[in-house]
């Protein structure tokens, strides 16, 4: 290649630079994030879905979410539940079970709900309080039980809460469970949760834990405000949804508000709303 060769190709590439700048925004946006689907979790209406299952997965998706994570069968059965989300058209993204649902006789019914809903991610909730002040990280149960799933197709995931960013020595317990459980076993991340520990910051942990995210639950963290909604608080969420589009294995935003400063359903709607326009 001569020298005019290269000159006339950094013109065009500069060219095509400024071009790129000048393209309409949506057309950006299309270009730099997923097409992931947005959910919520059930725990948000959980008083509005105990009166009424299928009025309240109706309401969630004409605010335009596209699936939902349960938390309680409300005494439904797994194709009763079908009905409901087919109805509202909604698809189920997870359910988060207590360890104990994932035990023993119980995982086998667990098993067969989750199949009949058409969810393949089993969640735990949360684990009993002393797991976090102890290097008992019940990893290797966790272990087993997604051996147990694996045949059946589905996944177990673990949900962390503030106390699972305890230290021990140099390293949070959030890691060291992360390093003792199988690369198929799900983190799924709670930011506000997780930004209510002191020191911790959200992307380290994202970045650390590679495709292991498959589900994130995009809750708002302000210490200044806190019932600020989606990007009016304090996390960078531009720099976390690139984290775990790009590395994370994301294949669920489960938005979750908790404050009481507004009925569920209009919180709701405020905050997707709000998350759609930060991905524009």
Not at 26 to 35: C, E, H
Not at 73 to 94: I, N
Not at 240 to 265: C, K
Request: charged share 25%.
């Amino acid at each position: 290649m001569n020298n005019s060769q290269q000159k006339l190709n950094r013109r065009e590439f500069m060219q095509l630079g400024a071009a790129i700048t000048l393209l309409p925004s949506p057309l950006l946006a299309a270009a730099k994030w997923k097409k992931i689907p947005i959910a919520t979790q059930a725990w948000c209406v959980r008083k509005q879905m105990k009166d009424d299952i299928p009025g309240t997965l109706a309401a969630v998706a004409q605010l335009g979410y596209q699936g939902i994570e349960l938390e309680n069968a409300f005494g439904k059965t797994g194709p009763e539940w079908r009905k409901f989300l087919d109805a509202a058209k909604l698809k189920p993204c997870g359910f988060h079970h207590s360890l104990g649902e994932l035990r023993g006789d119980k995982l086998k019914a667990s098993i067969e709900f989750n199949q009949a809903i058409g969810n393949r991610n089993l969640i735990i909730r949360s684990l009993p309080r002393e797991v976090y002040t102890s290097k008992e990280l019940l990893a290797a149960e966790v272990n087993e039980i997604a051996d147990k799933l694996k045949p059946a197709g589905l996944r177990i995931g673990y949900h962390n809460h503030t106390t699972d960013f305890n230290k021990f020595g140099e390293d949070y317990w959030w890691n060291l469970f992360a390093d003792q459980t199988r690369k198929n076993v799900i983190l799924q991340f709670d930011t506000g949760n997780a930004s209510e520990m002191q020191g911790v910051t959200v992307t380290d942990f994202l970045k650390r834990n590679k495709g292991r995210t498959i589900s994130m639950h995009v809750k708002p963290y302000s210490k200044k405000s806190p019932d600020a909604y989606l990007g009016d608080d304090e996390l960078d969420w531009k720099q976390i949804m690139t984290i775990v589009e790009s590395i994370g294995g994301l294949e669920w935003y489960i938005i979750e508000y908790e404050r009481d400063v507004a009925p569920p359903l209009e919180s709701l709607k405020a905050n997707l709303d709000r998350f759609k326009k930060m991905r524009r």
